[in-house]
């Protein structure tokens, strides 16, 4: 039997624990695992024993869930934070910081790391996609000898965290320079809410829809990544401040995300869309230079959201 340690070990080595970890982070029942990481159409055509053997070590460790107790066929489960919050422990410690993670900043971290918002990030069909789109970062996920493989599950979960709150950061430091100030909900409050999809339904917008997206396109318009398909939404700037400071502590953020002097959105847009090809595209589709300058995010996300849709990126 494994003790939590090695476990926590394995989930950072090339294992069978360690992809089935990263693919249970958006719930699935064993047989759609098994699928997933064999590529077989049928979970019989495999052989289960290993992803039996897994599940039940990472149950014992407080790593899996079982989100369907009632239900006895066809169960689903979900990766649990809590191999995250012991990954990160373990890389402060290995860091001799003094920084101390409390049972506040647990709930917390668990709370958003259960939304519906985070896993979808680990959606198979965003997952197993060949290019990069709409991943943070190439995940290093690859086949070996027909079985999905992954080098360091938990590492690069703790990165796709670490990029969430730096571009919290980014954000605020843009919006400051443009006069708008964000006040980010308290860790009391997300746990009082208990939810973080809720929180981020529930309370009033305090950035206008097409400032977050100009951001998104500044940021990330090279290879639309990695965001884009999170709807442009302002979730990150909900993450509580000190929650995100300890997010940046495992893993590292995929990205370059410094602001560059802050360039004008226009001028920012106008230079990518160029070195891309498209600018005059994007310009014939607003009707005029004159009318995309107005609002070169709308204009910008239009042409892209087309092309998408048809396939061509």
Known sequence: MTNSKQL???LQRNTICGVSYLVWMYPKTQSEVVKIIYNVDDARKANQEPIINCRMEL???GYLEDIDKDRIKNKRFMSAAKAYLDYLEESLRERKSRIKINEKDKKAIKIIYDSMWFREIYKPEYMLRDDDYPMPAKLGLH??????SIQNAIYQIASTLNELATLSFVFEEHLRERGI???????DEIIEVGNFDKVARELPAQIEPNELLEMYLKLFLDGLTPFTFVELNRNVLLIPKSV??????AGRPAHTLDLQGLKSLSEELSEKLEGMGIYEDVVNLAGSEEEFLKDPGRYTWKYLK???EIGML
Do not use: M, Q, V
């Not at 100030?181 to 860790?187: G, S």
């Not at 995100?244 to 502590?249: G, T, V, Y």
């Open 8 to 10: 926590l070990d394995n």
């Open 59 to 61: 149950i014992r460790a």
């Open 143 to 148: 086949r070996e000898k027909g079985r999905l």
């Open 181 to 187: 100030k964000i006040e980010r909900p308290t860790i």
């Open 244 to 249: 995100a400071e300890l997010f940046r502590l």
């Open 306 to 308: 087309s092309k998408i």
